[in-house]
């Protein structure tokens, strides 16, 4: 039967193309936090912590917080792109509400995330950690859900500038929904190999 099965195997194998082989790979590493995939969500909380503490915190805490030179930068973002959402000093309380939510709640995830994928053999992907990517993907999308639509509907920006910041605000979006999407349909969001790992 092991003989009959090999030989199964590499008759599936043969009959793929090179095309079809790289699909299926470049399917399963997209499904799960591994290869490039790993590196692209490393990238994104990664980069995710200072922003959140430099300059979307500035919606929220009291800018005397911040140096001159930070609160020059988001300034200087908010005129050149029509970023009304982020401009100082005056912003909407609902936008306010979600930048807390973003420092309080998001802040110490990007940090989990951050230890989580530089060596996933350090952290359970069927665990507590699967648990805050859902949790936290969810949580993300929704929240970005008025911010777009805010982005959409403002008559003050023309259309070059709201695409612009469609284009800053969408990875936001992007990255939290397909986090949600691999711990959904997987039991260990890191494929299975370090759990295979820690079992051996």
Not at 6 to 33: D, E, F, N, Q, Y
Not at 68 to 92: G, H, K, S
Not at 135 to 147: D, E, K, N
Request: charged residues 15%; aromatic residues 12%; glycine residues 6%.
């Amino acid at each position: 039967h092991g003989i009959h099965g090999i030989h199964g195997i590499l008759k599936v194998k043969k009959t793929l193309s090179p095309a079809r082989l790289v699909s299926l790979r470049a399917r399963t590493t997209m499904s799960t936090l591994t290869g490039a995939t790993r590196t692209a969500f490393l990238a994104f909380f990664a980069s995710h912590i200072p922003i959140t503490l430099c300059v979307d915190g500035q919606a929220f805490l009291p800018r005397s917080l911040y140096p001159t030179a930070i609160r020059d930068v988001l300034d200087w973002y908010t005129t050149t792109f029509a970023d009304r959402l982020m401009q100082p000093p005056n912003y909407d309380v609902w936008f306010s509400s979600v930048v807390a939510c973003e420092i309080l709640f998001q802040l110490p995830f990007f940090v989990y995330a951050v230890y989580a994928l530089l060596d996933p053999a350090r952290v359970n992907g069927r665990g507590g950690f699967r648990s805050a990517c859902l949790i936290y993907g969810s949580h993300t999308a929704t929240t970005l859900v008025p911010i777009l639509a805010t982005i959409a509907a403002d008559t003050e920006t023309n259309r070059a500038q709201r695409a612009t910041l469609f284009g800053f605000y969408l990875p936001y979006l992007i990255f939290p929904v397909w986090l949600v999407y691999i711990a959904v349909r997987n039991e260990d969001v890191f494929g299975g190999d370090h759990a295979k790992s820690k079992a051996a």
